[in-house]
Antibody, heavy 125, light 113 residues
Framework: QVQLQESGPGLVKPSETLSLTCTVS?????????WGWIRQPPGKGLEWIGSIYHGGNIYNNPSLKSRVTISVDTSKNQFSLKLSSVTAADTAVYYC??????????????????WGQGTLVTVSS | DIVMTQSPDSLAVSLGERATINCKSG????????????LAWYQQKPGQPPKLLIY???TRESGVPDRFSGSGSGTDFTLTISSLQAEDVAVYYC?????????FGQGTRLEIK
C-alpha cells in the first residue's frame, strides 16, 4: 500500500525558507508517477504548488513564481519542497501526494490518488 | 489559469436523500483528441487529507461506494451522492487537470439536515 509522510519544521520565521520532505513507502518513486505538493491555508481551499518526476521533470505553479524548489532523492525514496522568502500568507497545511499523470498539449497533468496526512507549517516570528 | 467554481458553497441534506454538488470550469476541460474530461472530485473530512473519489469526470476510484457518481462534460460537472450517509459529511472539491497550473474549486461543505 502506498503511503506518504511529510516531515519538517512546524514553525518558520518570515523571510526564511520553508523546507519539507515527503517519504514514500510501498512504492518506488523511480517506478513512475509524478509526486506533488499541495497546500491548504487554515479553513480555506487547496492550492497546487508543484510536482516532480523521478527523472527531474518539474512543473510549478506560476503564482509562487521562483520561490519554489522541488527535488527528488530516489535513493531515499523521498522528494522535497523548499519555499523561500515566506510570509504569513504561506501558513498552511502542506500535503504531499502522488499524481496519476497524463500528457496533454505537450505537458503532463495529473490528479492525486494518494496523499500524506499533511503537516501544518506556521510562519511567525 | 482555469478558474473552478463550485455551487453551492454549503449544502444540508437529510439522511437517505440525494445530494448534488456542481462545478463549473472557466474553460472547457474536454480534450477532443480522446474525448475525455480532465476533471476529478475529492472528499475531505475534518482533520484528514483529501480523498480521490472520481476522475475523468465520471470514473469512480477503486473502493469508492457506488452511491457516489460524477457526470457532465465541457465546462459543467456534477457530483451526486444518491443516498446520503452520515459518513459523507465532508467538504468536496473538484479539480481540473486539463492544464497547468492545476486548479481546485473553492469547496462545498456538505452537512446533515
Amino acid at each position: 500500500q502506498v503511503q506518504l509522510q511529510e516531515s519538517g519544521p512546524g514553525l518558520v520565521k518570515p523571510s526564511e525558507t520553508l523546507s519539507l520532505t515527503c517519504t514514500v513507502s510501498g512504492y518506488s518513486i523511480s517506478s513512475g508517477y509524478y509526486w506533488g505538493w499541495i497546500r491548504q491555508p487554515p479553513g480555506k481551499g487547496l492550492e497546487w504548488i508543484g510536482s516532480i518526476y523521478h527523472g527531474g521533470n518539474i512543473y510549478n505553479n506560476p503564482s509562487l513564481k521562483s520561490r519554489v524548489t522541488i527535488s527528488v532523492d530516489t535513493s531515499k525514496n523521498q522528494f522535497s519542497l523548499k519555499l523561500s522568502s515566506v510570509t504569513a500568507a504561506d501558513t498552511a497545511v502542506y500535503y504531499c501526494a502522488r499524481g496519476d499523470s497524463f500528457a496533454i498539449f505537450g505537458v503532463v497533468t495529473y490528479y492525486f490518488d494518494y496523499w500524506g496526512q499533511g503537516t501544518l507549517v506556521t510562519v511567525s516570528s | 489559469d482555469i478558474v473552478m467554481t463550485q455551487s453551492p458553497d454549503s449544502l444540508a441534506v437529510s439522511l437517505g436523500e440525494r445530494a448534488t454538488i456542481n462545478c463549473k470550469s472557466g474553460q472547457s476541460v474536454l480534450y477532443s483528441s480522446n474525448n475525455k474530461n480532465y476533471l476529478a472530485w475529492y472528499q475531505q473530512k475534518p482533520g484528514q487529507p483529501p480523498k480521490l473519489l472520481i476522475y475523468w469526470a465520471s470514473t469512480r476510484e477503486s473502493g469508492v461506494p457506488d452511491r457516489f457518481s460524477g457526470s457532465g462534460s465541457g465546462t459543467d460537472f456534477t457530483l451526486t451522492i444518491s443516498s446520503l450517509q452520515a459518513e459523507d459529511v465532508a467538504v468536496y472539491y473538484c479539480q481540473q487537470y486539463y492544464s497547468i497550473p492545476l486548479t481546485f474549486g473553492q469547496g462545498t461543505r456538505l452537512e446533515i439536515k
